[in-house]
């Protein structure tokens, strides 16, 4: 059994960019549950490795891109 399994269920984030796709950031819910952290990835490339971070630091990049978000 591997120490760190790999997360195998993504979710886009709600604070991803416009519906056409751009700017998508993945985060696996249930790894972050299970092993108290957060994956996250770029959705346009799923094949490249993901970016484990500790819940603290997750909840501080969302309230960064929630109060820094470009306007359209």
């Known amino acids: 059994m591997s120490p760190n ?15 056409d ?8 819910p249930l790894y972050a549950h299970a092993h108290n ?3 996250i ?3 346009k490339a799923p094949h ?3 970016l484990t971070v500790t819940p603290h630091a997750w909840t501080n ?3 960064f891109a929630t109060t820094h ?3 359209s």
Request: glycine share 6%; hydrophobic share 35%; net charge positive.
């Open 69 to 71: 978000a470009a306007k």
């Open 5 to 19: 399994p790999v997360p195998t269920t993504w979710v886009k984030s709600t604070y991803s960019g416009p519906a």
């Open 61 to 63: 990049f969302v309230a």
């Open 41 to 43: 990835r770029d959705s």
């Open 48 to 50: 490249l490795p993901h």
């Open 37 to 39: 952290l957060v994956p």
């Open 21 to 28: 796709g751009s700017n998508c950031v993945e985060w696996s």
